[in-house]
């Protein structure tokens, strides 16, 4: 029987996806069906994708073997009660909704349904993504395996206990937005040292990338990295001593705070 795969939703995140699983070879996009209720976003995802596409949830429901849940938080109530009767225990929900727990699910889905939950980040669509995988008890290795092989030709993937997704929900899954605030802030700095702004966005991108990318590769100890770039009286050392006197760093702490605080929250 071929396996077919089935998405709630086709944000930005379920585009991350499919690009993920054209890249994994495990299902053919023509056997990928997205249920999507915004009529252009669905002609946009059909056209781009050669994936089906309809506005009916309980189709993908009835024909999926595999279903990625992609539905903003408080859109997945409403779901569930719709498409619960239509599940089987064949049935794999991989599920990328932030704070919703695993016994969350299995309350509004159904406990004879299999589930993973999954913690990606939008670096999928540049096939740099980071994704924490968490599956529920009931949840098979060739599940586990399954998951692991879509998001994996996108990016790492990561086995984690469901008690560290808020912190990964923090620091990797809204990680993207911090980061590129920090890149803002670097590109605005250079613009007011004289450069044009897209040069200076130039050299803010490719040195985050560049150095994100030399780190990955080398496993150099960070702090290590930072003192042999930071050589004693040279222009790093001079930038490094006014970051070390601010609050840096418990600004970025705080903020992965509220962020995890957030992602609790919405698990409630």
């Known amino acids: 029987m071929k396996r077919t795969l089935g998405f709630f939703g086709a944000g930005k995140m379920a585009e991350g996806i499919v690009q993920a699983v054209a890249a994994a070879g495990t299902f053919e996009l023509k056997d990928v069906t997205m249920a999507e209720t915004y009529p252009p976003r669905a002609k946009e995802m059909a056209k781009r994708y050669g994936v089906k596409t ?13 279903i990625f849940l992609a539905v903003k938080p408080q859109d997945v109530a409403a ?18 909704v932030a704070g919703k727990s695993l016994a969350t699910l299995r309350r509004m889905f159904g406990a004879k349904v299999r589930i993973v939950r999954v913690m990606p980040n939008l670096a999928l669509r540049a096939k740099e993504g980071m994704c924490a995988i968490c599956p529920a008890k009931n949840a098979t290795k060739a599940d586990v395996k399954l998951v692991a092989s879509i998001l994996g030709a996108a990016g790492q993937t990561a086995i984690l206990k469901e008690k560290d997704f808020d912190a990964v929900t923090a620091l990797s899954g809204s990680g993207p937005a911090f980061f ?25 991108e490719q040195t985050m990338l560049g150095t994100a990318a030399y780190l990955r590769q080398s496993g150099a100890e960070l702090g290590a990295f930072i003192d042999g770039v930071a050589t004693k009286g040279g222009t790093t050392a001079a930038g490094m001593d006014v970051m070390r006197a601010s609050d840096f760093k418990k600004v970025v702490a705080a903020t992965l705070a509220a962020a995890a605080r957030r992602s609790a929250e919405l698990g409630r």
Do not use: F, N
């Open 54 to 66: 309809t506005p009916d949830a309980a189709l993908v429901a009835k024909g999926a073997s595999a």
């Open 79 to 96: 779901l569930a009660a719709q498409v619960k009767p239509l599940l089987t225990p064949k049935t794999l929900i991989v599920s990328i």
């Open 180 to 204: 590129a605030y920090m890149e803002e802030a670097m590109a605005e700095g250079g613009v007011k040292l004289g450069l044009k702004p897209d040069v200076a966005r130039l050299l803010a």
